[in-house]
């Protein structure tokens, strides 16, 4: 996986590419669909050998990376995490998943703890960062947090399979896009993991998109079967453009929203 991945970025780069991010839990399988101890064993610290791998593949490529992986923050405390690093090499930072699925196939309580680093939002050499991770994409309030803190592109990485999910996946991503006025990037796992899950093993439908200010695809999505890298072209100067239009930060009232931010 680790090879497949770094291919997969010398590609995006002879492609044009300045920022490539993976899918959730890039470098193995989606562990999430049973709860086996065996998979504590894929944690590594989010400084750990595969950043520092790619990291210095990043500095070769001059090329922004996006990296989810299994954090081990302390012995026996996981998260799921986005790591992001600087086209110098240079690891910015990252992000923690605070929304954590515990349901058929996804028993991610059984592997992580929620986040706890907040939205931090990355100042990179292609743009204003931020990160949200799959099931994150229900919960409105953390695209939000992203844009008060100066995003202009979220890349929200996924593992995502068939259900009532599909229709999300096509409406959640436009409405964060026009709602909090930036880019998002969804790329999402595609096939079949039978190898490592028997009949347990799912589907992830791909279809990976990437979404501008005003709601729109970028180019055709993804496919929904077979692996592949897309690169796009994003018109940045639309971030504010389409802020200076649609004046969704100048006229929210958070002086009167109550419920929505208490436990």
């Known amino acids: 996986m680790l090879d497949k991945h770094e291919q997969f970025a010398r590609d995006a780069k002879a492609d044009g590419a300045q920022v490539i ?4 839990l890039f470098y193995g399988p989606y562990f999430g669909i049973t709860e086996d101890k065996k998979y504590y064993r894929y944690a590594e610290p989010a400084d750990g050998p595969i950043v ?3 990291a210095a593949l990043a500095k070769e490529l001059s090329m922004v990376m996006i990296l989810p ?3 081990e923050d302390i012995t026996g405390v996981y998260y799921n995490t986005s790591v992001i690093v600087e086209a110098d090499g240079t690891i910015l930072g990252k992000y923690r998943k605070h929304h954590l699925p515990h349901l058929d196939r996804f028993w991610e309580k059984f592997y992580f703890r929620p986040g706890n680093l907040g939205y ?3 100042d990179t050499s292609v743009g204003k960062i931020g990160m949200y991770i799959c099931y994150d994409r229900h919960f409105p309030e953390g695209w939000r947090e ?4 100066g995003a202009h ?5 996924n593992a995502t399979k068939p259900g009532l999910s599909n229709r999300l996946w096509e409406v959640e991503g436009p409405c964060a896009a026009v709602a909090n006025g930036y ?5 999402n796992r595609v096939g079949r993991e039978d190898n490592e899950y028997g009949e347990l093993a799912v589907d992830f439908y791909g279809t990976s998109q990437v979404i501008d200010p005003r709601g729109n695809f970028v180019g055709e999505r993804g496919s929904g079967t077979d692996e592949e890298i897309l690169v796009r072209d994003l018109e940045m100067d639309m971030v504010q453009e389409m802020r200076d239009d649609w004046q969704f930060y100048r006229d929210r009232r958070p002086d009167s929203y109550t419920l929505i931010a208490k436990p």
Do not use: K, W
């Open 21 to 24: 991010c993976f899918q959730e």
């Open 183 to 187: 880019f998002v990037l969804q790329p």
């Open 52 to 54: 520092q791998r790619f």
């Open 69 to 71: 992986i299994y954090e």
């Open 120 to 122: 931090p939002v990355f």
């Open 146 to 149: 992203l844009g008060l803190n």
């Open 153 to 157: 592109i979220v890349f929200n990485p």
